[in-house]
């Protein structure tokens, strides 16, 4: 059986992480570590992490990109997998991301969509319809596979040792699920299951500020990921790669 952590960057959130560190300590299959990676928390974050007794680490660098890098370079299993503070996941969901992923060549990755909860009708509409759903069809068409949800999601640790030198972990306004994803080289099956699903808070739509935020992240991301490797140019490579004309690096 394969040894699975998950890693959950967090910063001033200790009511959410209190919560989804209950969850996964009712995970019918277990994780074998919990990391939660402290990005100057000041809210009790570490009083919640003892008493649940999983590894905290402090992130020194600022930003969402430093945590999750952190967090996977600390991880020592086989199976690294990612979720959002206010993520709540299902029971199973650590069963089937080991049987997802047992079942491809490594290193492979795996990912789904998130139930949204709390907020407004309006802001779990638009989470779900909007975000998520434009999140998987523009940036799957752009990156030429399914991109990975930052709330869900996980990877063989091969595929983070093929990347984790080349992440933008030192730019803050980088959103990691999207710098991630872009970095995959061919040979990195992405596997994308919409039933795979996790609860997250709708929390990040309640205000034209929230996602003007994110999406002015989104926008740096692009715009970091084009200027290094136009995404033609990428997919270009992942055709050669599956049509068996290259070699991966």
Partial sequence: MATISVVIPTR??????????ATLSRQSRR???????????????DAVCAAAGVHRISADVAGIAAATALGFDAA????????????????????????????AVPPAAVSGPGDFYGGTALARWAGRSIWIAGYHRVVGLLLGHPPLFGSNF???SAAWALIRDAVHRGLPAVHDDLDISYQLPPQVEVIWEPTLRVGVSARPFE????VWRRLAMAWTTFAVEFAADPPLARRRRRRDYRRGLTRPN
């Fill in 154 to 156: 996980a990877m063989h």
């Fill in 76 to 103: 020592d299993t086989d199976i690294i997998a990612r979720l959002d503070t206010d993520s709540i996941p299902p029971a199973n969901w650590l069963e089937r991301v080991e049987a997802l992923l047992a079942g």
């Fill in 31 to 45: 994780p074998d570590a919990v990391i939660v990676v402290d990005n100057g928390s000041t809210d009790g974050t």
């Fill in 207 to 210: 205000s034209a500020g929230a």
């Fill in 12 to 21: 001033n959130d200790a009511g959410p992480l209190a919560v989804c560190l």
